[in-house]
């Protein structure tokens, strides 16, 4: 298995997840928003697999045509086959025409368009002018300051609204042990740390892009949609640790530190093999419109 279908193996799991952590205020202000258009025309910005539509397309009662924007071409060519599996088990035929998906059931029509590119390229990529909507689920996390910056610019100059969902902003085990907070420092440290693009927002996504929106003149919702993990559901705080695992030793430098980061992985390990360890990991979603955009 490469690294792309190991995060494709990823971002499915989460799916389950983040569909009960989504912030149902900030996800009904935005169909409120949007109910009086007849037909969608919707970006996902950073699609992966197109989880995130795939959510979306039973919350829409309009017809639908979406553009997947995602900078890994694997990723979306994975997406492609599980949206035909999607549509099988939800009782719509799919069509493949010119690459682009139309999936029918007797009432509705979603059309579905590959764009491989950075989200930071999109005036490039695509003609903004007859979108709806913007959304993103788990990806400004990634994104820097400057970068989200530079898209809020792009959607502002389009008046396209944005729903940004499950943005991390900080994770605890349950039960607390020693060094919980010194690991999850570090593991914040990784995901802000110098990148050719500068720093990712990581934990602060939520503070700056509260800002942001606000400060480009959005009017903004936020609410919070954090995963609670359970004891009996190993499977995901496993893969979180797997994730400490991995990026921690690129950022310490000490051995007595590497040796700390072992014995409390064996530590975590051993919890989740008695059903004793759950975690919580929070997040924040927005809704950001442009006053006077409201039809
Ligand atoms: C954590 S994944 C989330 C995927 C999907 N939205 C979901 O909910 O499953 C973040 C995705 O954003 C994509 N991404 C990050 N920065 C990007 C950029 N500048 N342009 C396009 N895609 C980007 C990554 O390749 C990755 O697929």
Redesign the pocket.
């Known amino acids: 298995m490469n690294q792309n279908q190991k995060f494709a193996q990823w ?1 499915e799991l ?1 799916i389950a997840y ?1 569909a009960k952590a989504r912030n149902l205020n900030v996800e009904t202000s935005c169909q409120e928003y949007l109910q009086k258009h007849k037909h969608l025309k919707i970006l ?6 197109g ?2 539509c795939r959510y979306y397309f039973s919350k829409i009662s309009q017809e639908q045509e979406w553009f997947l ?4 071409q694997e ?1 979306l060519e994975i997406a492609f086959d599980r949206l035909i599996v999607w549509a099988q088990e939800n009782g719509y035929e799919s069509q493949l025409q010119n690459s682009i998906l139309v999936l029918k059931n007797q009432f509705h029509q979603i059309t579905i368009h590959k764009i491989v ?4 390229d999109l005036e490039n990529l695509i003609d903004l002018n007859t979108f709806d909507l913007a959304i ?4 400004f996390d ?2 820097s300051e400057n ?1 989200f910056q530079t898209l809020l610019e792009c959607l502002k100059k389009y008046q396209l609204p944005l729903l940004a969902t ?1 943005n991390y902003t900080g994770m605890n085990f349950i039960p607390q042990t020693d060094n919980d907070s010194c690991f999850i420092k570090y593991y914040h440290q990784h995901m802000q740390r110098h990148q050719y693009f500068g720093r990712g927002m990581g934990p602060n996504c939520g503070s700056s892009m509260w800002e942001a929106m606000n400060r480009i003149g959005m009017k903004v919702l936020q609410g919070e949609s954090s995963w609670k993990i359970s004891n009996n559901d190993p499977v995901l705080i496993e893969l979180i640790l797997g994730f400490m695992e991995e990026s921690i030793p690129e950022i310490i430098e000490e051995a007595t530190l590497q040796d700390e980061l072992n014995t409390w992985l064996l530590k975590k390990q051993e919890m989740i093999a008695q059903n004793k360890l759950s975690c919580n990991v929070a997040h924040l979603d927005f809704w950001g419109y442009w006053e006077g955009c409201i039809t």
């Open positions: 971002l989460r983040d996902d910005l950073g699609a992966g697999t989880a995130n924007v995602e900078q890994n990723l590119g950075s989200i930071l993103a689920n788990a990806v990634l994104f970068q499950i």
